[in-house]
């Protein structure tokens, strides 16, 4: 399943920190030759201050070679670096570590650098030591420090581009240390930072003010979708998290226009949250609740920019209601999820409400279904087919309408007719809204055209 492997697309939009997980996870799977994925281990970490772990990977990948004198000049420097920023940024953190000044502190951090200018003699220099620690220690693979370090450092800084890039180290830190509710806090502060003004680039570096603020949003934004896919796949309410934001206007666009193998993920949420929002009693939105078919709109949008047999399943069972195609597509679906390092956690439940999404369109559209056939379609025997079809009866809202009569094997569906005004209502619904935007796009093109005709021809040179 090779072919269907997201890790070289997304490693470039990844810390270098975040990619080592990818790759280990390629390594245990063996879905890429091991000399290659070592290989790669090998030059991410030279790029690192982890010397030793770049060295014991040169001795696995080299075992006949002697280790290179580079890395013990390597070494001496990263040790010396990191003894002469601890300094720099001790003063502060001797400060900001004291009770008294803890308690000082306020909401307003032009009035606390006053403050600690005026008791305590710390300068801005000083506060931009602890970022520089905090990045130094990231690099050295010291996560839990450098996530203290950048947290103090942006609860004093003015510095808005400096703070921003703190944000994406502490997110780094909290992913790397596995410590995912307040990644998710973070994860939520990073992305109010970057929808309410024109943010930095996400490393430890500023960028150029002379970038175009959209464009730099519309960068911020791609990097934050796949750095949350760590978040939202290790959280315990990540996947319905994942559609609220996924689904959002700003970052469907941002997935339509720059990251458009983000679907895979965005249909592999809408998939495993289709039958706990089916259940009677659910609390999950409005959003969540009808995601699959905002989805499968995306996906007949986006399918000549990108496809995959999970976004294959979700087309064949919605757009085509191919069932046989959807129970070969979900096959193939089933071992692309295995292999992929955020979705092989999930292959037990994206199967099983796969079934169920099966079963829901099936039944949708006959009113007597034979069990055999059914268990056939789910890829289940009679027996088991039988016993998932009636637990899965019961659980959700499919119980209303349907009735298993199992003396002649066969599930009778009794769905009460929709009444024709909630037709007319159904089929209604939002057009008032779209004729105004149609009005509103006619009205610009018309003025386009008419500022058109009366500008000025442009001088020649």
């Not at 002469?84 to 003063?91: K, M, P, V």
């Not at 047999?309 to 999820?337: C, G, N």
Request: aromatic letters at 10%.
């Amino acid at each position: 399943m090779a072919e269907y492997d997201l890790t070289q697309t997304i490693i470039p939009y990844c810390d270098r920190h975040l990619v080592f997980p990818l790759l280990a996870h390629l390594a245990d799977n063996e879905v890429f030759p091991s000399k290659q994925v070592h290989a790669a281990q090998y030059e991410l970490a030279k790029g690192t201050n982890m010397v030793d772990y770049a060295v014991s990977l040169f001795r696995e990948l080299y075992p006949d070679q002697e280790v290179p004198s580079e890395f013990s000049g390597n070494r001496e420097n990263a040790v010396h670096t990191n003894e002469r920023l601890q300094q720099e940024a001790q003063a502060v953190l001797n400060v900001i570590e004291n009770p008294e000044v803890a308690q000082a502190l306020k909401q307003d951090k032009n009035q606390n650098l006053t403050y600690l200018k005026e008791h305590y003699g710390v300068t801005l220099e000083q506060i931009n030591a602890l970022y520089n620690f905090g990045q130094f220690q990231y690099t050295y693979g010291n996560y839990s420090g450098a996530a203290d370090y950048l947290y103090h450092f942006r609860v004093l800084s003015t510095d808005p581009d400096l703070t921003i890039s703190a944000h994406w180290g502490k997110l780094a830190c909290d992913i790397l240390t596995g410590k995912w509710e307040i990644a998710l806090e973070e994860l939520n502060t990073l992305r109010e930072a970057i929808d309410s003004r024109a943010p930095s680039h996400p490393a430890f570096s500023t960028t150029s003010s002379t970038a175009d603020p959209a464009l730099t949003q519309l960068h911020s934004r791609t990097w934050l979708l796949h750095w949350s896919l760590f978040v939202y796949f290790n959280h315990p309410q990540g996947r319905t998290l994942l559609l609220e934001t996924f689904l959002s206007p700003a970052y469907l666009n941002t997935i339509q226009t720059s990251a458009p193998w983000i679907l895979r993920y965005l249909t592999a949420a809408a998939v495993l949250s289709r039958k706990a929002a089916s259940v009677s009693g659910s609390t999950v939105s409005t959003r969540v609740r009808h995601s699959i078919r905002e989805v499968v709109k995306v996906i007949q949008m986006e399918e000549y920019q990108y496809q995959d047999p999970i976004t294959s399943f979700l087309k064949e069972l919605y757009v085509e209601f191919d069932f046989e195609a959807a129970q070969r597509e979900l096959a193939k679906a089933v071992e692309a999820v295995s292999d992929d390092f955020f979705l092989a956690e999930f292959k037990d439940d994206f199967l099983e409400n796969a079934r169920y999404l099966i079963s829901e369109a099936y039944c949708r559209i006959h009113q007597r279904i034979d069990i055999s056939d059914l268990s056939e379609r789910l890829n289940l025997s009679r027996d088991e087919g039988e016993k998932w079809i009636v637990n899965l009866i019961r659980e959700t809202r499919m119980g209303a309408d349907a009735k298993i009569d199992l003396g002649k094997n066969v599930i009778e569906i009794n769905r009460p007719p929709l009444p024709i005004y909630q037709s007319i209502i159904e089929k209604t619904r939002g057009l008032a809204f779209r004729t105004q935007a149609l009005g509103a796009a006619m009205a610009r093109t018309q003025g386009a055209q008419t500022e058109g005709q009366s500008a000025p021809a442009p001088e020649a040179a």
